[in-house]
């Protein structure tokens, strides 16, 4: 057995026995102590989301793949959730078509970036079929096409201490983070181009975030900002997302 394994197998057990023997808040302090606690860990349900958190990092491979469909399968009708942003600023680059867009990429880098759209498709292009859970129910399958985000990170050089990667919607209400594991596994990408055409103004245009492993909340339209960070405290309340303060969990793992 590895020495991964055999830590992960400490760990697991430390944070079974403590959850059946002393209750879920020892356990809680075992994920703590080996840096396995999420952003929105407070609040009445701040074990459970640390023990949800903790499992899936310990039991889950970070190379595990989310399952990738058949052209078949792809669905006929893709649910959407949400308008288009309706501000000036959104509005504007539509028209224009998205030419004057720019993607930001800043924070713990050592190259701080800002692409635009012809700049992204000069990367090694990454596509896959892959189901889209929304929270509130509903799914569909999709073909994403565009860049991995670890293709783009790596590009700007993430700093060592890096834990966080954040991203914000030109819809102002919205932007999410990711740890880096989630950040850098390969079925996390930037998505340009949709079921084999530019991707629709209603799922994301001019660029969405894609992450196949979590809900559809993770996957924020709209892209206008990526930003590296070593902590979420400085970001809206501090739980890494504006979805805890609806009811969802910051880490939507499916």
Same mark, same amino acid.
């Given at each position: ?53 903790? #499992?899936?990092?310990?039991?889950? %491979?970070?190379?595990? +793949?989310? !399952?990738?469909?058949? /052209?078949? *399968? @792809?669905?006929?009708? =893709? ?30 880098? #050592?190259?701080?970036?800002?692409? %635009?759209?012809?700049? +992204?498709? !000069?990367?090694?292009? /990454?596509? *896959? @079929?892959?189901?889209? =859970? ?121």
């Amino acid at each position: 057995m590895s020495h991964i394994l055999s830590r992960r197998k400490l760990i697991t057990t430390g944070l079974t026995t403590a959850a059946g023997v002393s209750g879920l808040g020892v356990a809680a302090v075992l994920a703590e102590r080996y840096g396995l606690v999420p952003p929105d860990h407070g609040g009445i349900f701040g074990v459970g989301e640390t023990m949800t958190y903790a #499992a899936q990092r310990i039991l889950m %491979s970070r190379h595990s +793949l989310a !399952r990738e469909f058949d /052209r078949s *399968q @792809i669905s006929k009708v =893709a649910p959407i959730n949400g308008n288009p942003p309706e501000n000036e600023t959104y509005q504007r680059l539509l028209a224009g078509g998205f030419k004057d867009w720019r993607l930001t990429v800043d924070g713990l880098v #050592a190259r701080p970036a800002s692409f %635009s759209l012809a700049d +992204l498709k !000069r990367f090694p292009s /990454r596509t *896959q @079929i892959t189901h889209q =859970a929304c929270e509130e129910g509903w799914s569909f399958i999709a073909e994403w096409i565009g860049v991995q985000l670890s293709t783009v990170l790596n590009f700007v050089g993430v700093r060592p201490e890096a834990k966080y990667v954040v991203y914000f919607s030109l819809d102002e209400a919205w932007w999410d983070s990711l740890d880096m594991p989630d950040a850098l596994h390969p079925q996390t990408f930037l998505a340009y181009g949709m079921n084999g055409r530019e991707l629709p103004t209603a799922h994301g245009a001019p660029v969405r975030m894609r992450v196949a492993r979590q809900l559809g909340f993770k996957s924020v339209k709209h892209l206008k900002q990526i930003t590296v960070t070593d902590t979420l405290k400085n970001f809206g309340d501090g739980r890494g997302s504006p979805g805890p303060s609806i009811g969802y969990s910051w880490y939507g793992g499916i």
